[in-house]
């Protein structure tokens, strides 16, 4: 198919364009390249080893001074779209540009939408989004009343200069013990902390290791913030009140 390949003006965000289209969508972006080379260098390109020609309908593009954090501007207010992680390019001047079809879903969505929840293939964006798992974002001490009642039968983890938001991403793609967390577990409970180490080593004496033959690992002597996540499931504890109900 022949992909048309447009300039956008400066005052036109790209949101009109992906705004609708859910994830079925490429954001990237190229360095050193004028205005004048990206129809050309667009025509060779190739995603997931296939000619964007064979993809997209339309590229839209806009000159940028810092590519890769405009791109990522785009992908953290959007998603990822049908990338498996954030643009690693150098911040440097070039095009910063977006892909759709908009003729029908694309290849690369459909061949996505064919991948089992657990294939690595997958982002953890994608994956959090196909996950069953149940997530409540609440306190420390709300965390602690529930690993109390849970006893011997949790897993407590967590993530140093993330978000809830992000974590929640970490724990869809987490392994432990050799199996999934969501293959494991039916709910997470996360909570932002100040110190990630007081925090674990509090739950911890507290409450116990739970499941865990260790302490959490996290940064020693050193307070960094981040977020605490407790892994557990319901179904041998029918009678203790919902993790919904301490939030």
């Given at each position: 198919?022949?992909?048309?390949?447009?300039?956008?003006?400066?005052?036109?965000?790209?949101?009109?364009?992906?705004q609708d289209r859910g994830h079925d969508f490429w954001v990237s972006s190229m360095a050193g390249v004028s205005e004048e080379e990206m129809p050309g260098k667009i025509a060779t390109l190739r995603v997931e080893d296939e000619l964007v020609s064979e993809v997209f309908t339309h590229c839209y593009f806009k000159t940028s001074n810092k590519i890769k954090s405009d791109a990522n501007a785009i992908t953290d207010e959007f998603g990822l779209g049908l990338r498996k992680k954030r643009v690693t390019s150098q911040d440097v001047a070039g095009c910063v540009f977006v892909l759709i079809n908009k003729n029908e879903e694309t290849l690369l969505s459909k061949r996505r939408a064919a991948l089992s929840p657990c294939d690595k293939k997958l982002s953890s964006e994608e994956r959090l989004r196909r996950t069953q798992m149940q997530f409540y974002v609440t306190s420390v001490d709300a965390i602690m009343i529930t690993a109390k009642a849970w006893?011997?039968?949790?897993?407590?983890?967590?993530?140093?200069?993330?978000g809830a938001e992000e974590a929640k991403k970490k724990i869809a793609v987490?392994?432990?013990?050799?199996?999934?967390?969501?293959?494991?577990?039916?709910?997470?409970?996360?909570?932002?902390?100040p110190d990630c180490q007081r925090a674990t080593e509090t739950i911890s004496k507290t409450c116990g290791l739970g499941l865990r033959k260790s302490a959490v690992r996290t940064f020693r002597n050193c307070e960094k913030k981040g977020s605490v996540a407790l892994l557990f499931s319901e179904q041998d504890h029918q009678n203790l009140p919902s993790p919904a109900r301490l939030l």
């Open positions: 198919m022949d992909l048309e390949c447009t300039k956008l003006p400066d005052s036109m965000p790209f949101r009109y364009l992906i006893k011997s039968s949790f897993w407590l983890t967590s993530f140093t200069e993330v987490l392994n432990i013990e050799g199996k999934l967390a969501f293959e494991r577990f039916a709910k997470c409970m996360i909570a932002e902390v």
